[in-house]
């Protein structure tokens, strides 16, 4: 049978393509087809090209995927794979999130120059990153760090990093995983202590909402409870969002058709934190969300998000 052939969608970082081409090896066993029924198709985005401020100050999340958003509603692409840490919660009229592949680890990796944990570094070492998630949660425990700016893929953050330009960095587990370069984390952090981004470790799968063929395509590989829990998560991110200075962290949990949500807000500084659980079916993932974001701004109040503005 003749197949048209399929445009695979991302951005250009070793990441990117390493997640774009397991979405093509998923659908490529899911659906018997060849590797030539696909093509990749590269695309830079404005987050791969600011490199010299953070993103929260550049204009946040959609920086990563807007031109992916265009070519996919030009027709140029056929599906876009993205980190769902990276996608909006609102997303362009005419598409949607069809598929979320298996949750890899949801933690983080702490990577050393010279030590090996967060605590064994002397006082005033310098941590490198650019998330505000990860600064607030660093200086929680190590008040006396000094967290500086730190852009780039994961390649350029490790080259600064043994350039000396820091002491000691944090990346994602599974970004690392999928590089096949979980070896250069010198420890993992807790996730209790230390919470992931709100859908770290989920790779999703962007389409045209009108797209039938793709979306019955990518029924085949979309994972139950990775959706389950990002639906809870993306919605406890929606009501949050707005301030997206805010640092964030959470985890949606799924097992046995029950979900169980943790949510942490901070300020940058690490000083103040409010913590929100939300339990349920897994049925009711969006309600589930959004009801603990309701509850942890009304518990936390509005001057929480605009006292450091
Ligand atoms: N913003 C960059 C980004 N987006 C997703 C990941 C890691 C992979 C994932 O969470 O799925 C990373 C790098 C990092 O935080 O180390």
Same mark, same amino acid.
């Given at each position: 049978? !003749? ?26 066993? %899911?659906? $018997? ?65 069809? %598929? ?29 990153? $650019?998330?505000?998630?990860? !600064? ?91 959706? %389950? ?8 991110? %929606?009501?949050?969002?707005? $301030? ?58 509005? !001057? ?6």
């Amino acid at each position: 049978m !003749q197949t048209d052939l399929i445009r695979i969608g991302t951005r250009g970082s070793l990441l990117a393509q390493a997640q774009a081409a397991e979405t093509r090896a998923r659908l490529m066993a %899911a659906h $018997s087809l060849p590797e030539d029924a696909f093509e990749i198709v590269v695309i830079s985005t404005s987050g791969d090209r600011i490199q010299d401020r953070p993103l929260s100050e550049a204009g946040g999340k959609g920086l990563f995927t807007k031109e992916i958003e265009e070519a996919l509603l030009d027709g140029r692409i056929d599906l876009a794979v993205h980190s769902s840490k990276d996608m909006p919660t609102v997303l362009p009229e005419g598409l949607e999130i069809t %598929a979320f592949l298996e949750r890899e680890d949801v933690r983080d990796a702490f990577i050393g120059r010279s030590v090996e944990a967060i605590g064994e570094l002397p006082e005033g070492a310098r941590l490198g990153t $650019s998330s505000l998630r990860r !600064q607030a949660l660093v200086l929680r425990m190590r008040p006396d760090l000094e967290v500086g700016m730190f852009r780039g893929n994961v390649q350029t953050r490790l080259r600064k990093l043994e350039e000396g330009l820091a002491d000691g960095t944090l990346l994602a587990l599974a970004g690392l995983k999928r590089l096949v370069m979980e070896h250069v984390a010198t420890a993992i952090m807790d996730p209790e202590i230390f919470p992931p981004a709100l859908g770290q470790g989920a790779i999703c799968i962007e389409s045209r909402s009108d797209d039938g063929r793709i979306r019955s395509m990518l029924e085949a590989i979309h994972h139950e409870e990775t959706g %389950a829990a990002l639906t809870c998560e993306r919605a406890f991110l %929606a009501v949050l969002d707005g $301030s997206c200075r805010t640092p964030i962290a959470g985890l949606a949990k799924v097992e046995g058709g029950r979900i169980s949500f943790s949510g942490l807000i901070l300020t940058p500084d690490g000083r103040l934190s409010h913590e929100i659980g939300g339990e349920g079916r897994a049925a009711e993932a969006a309600e589930i969300g959004a009801d603990a974001g309701k509850r942890i701004r009304d518990k936390a109040g509005a !001057q929480f998000f605009d006292s450091w503005d």
